[in-house]
């Protein structure tokens, strides 16, 4: 009997077994926003997946820490941190409201932290995210080789399966 045959019989076994003994399925989608017009694009494709799945969509805001080596000695105003929250928060709701208008399973989640990045992963890890969303926003050249890509850095360390959206 040839490998090819073997195999193809043992595929009802084999379609049992599982990446890490777990089931297969999208039951939650989290998608990452930082309001851009790309990452809106990417809510919405994410909602869209969501409906047709009939998974539970978690959006994501995290609103990132001031770090010493960005901002002068004297530091940050904390009250000027607590208003970049606070308008965070305020277009955070406005897109789970804009979500929930065709999909009821929304919910967000808005963070601090210094590497948006990490964060992103964490969550993602955490929820624990069957499928992660991002959205890019198409540096190239030179820009791209100095700045990198947050999308390609959180690829690299997702836990689940990720799409991005240009």
């Known amino acids: 009997m040839s490998q090819a045959t073997n195999t193809l019989q043992r595929l009802p076994e084999l379609a049992d077994q599982s990446y890490n003994e ?7 989608i989290l998608v990452a ?7 809106l ?5 994410s909602v869209q997946l969501a409906k047709r799945l009939g998974a539970r969509l978690t959006i994501l805001h995290v609103v990132p820490e ?7 000695m004297e530091g940050i105003p904390p009250e000027e941190v607590e ?6 928060a305020k277009k955070l709701d406005q897109q789970v409201v804009e979500a929930k208008r065709e ?6 989640v808005q963070l601090t932290a210094l590497s948006p990045r990490d964060e992103i992963v964490r ?21 791209h080789f100095l700045l990198g890509s ?16 240009k």
Not at 83 to 88: C, L
């Open 22 to 28: 777990k089931k297969f399925g999208f039951d939650r």
């Open 33 to 39: 926003t930082d309001f851009s017009p790309n990452s």
């Open 41 to 45: 694009r990417a809510v919405k494709y």
């Open 66 to 72: 001031p770090s010493a080596l960005n901002y002068p």
């Open 83 to 88: 208003a970049w929250q606070r308008e965070a």
């Open 103 to 108: 999909y009821a399973k929304v919910d967000c």
């Open 123 to 143: 969550v993602a890890t955490e929820l624990p995210a069957d499928f992660l969303v991002l959205s890019t926003h198409g540096l190239t050249g030179w820009k």
């Open 150 to 165: 947050y999308a390609e850095k959180i690829l690299e360390h997702s836990p689940c399966p990720t799409a991005i959206v």
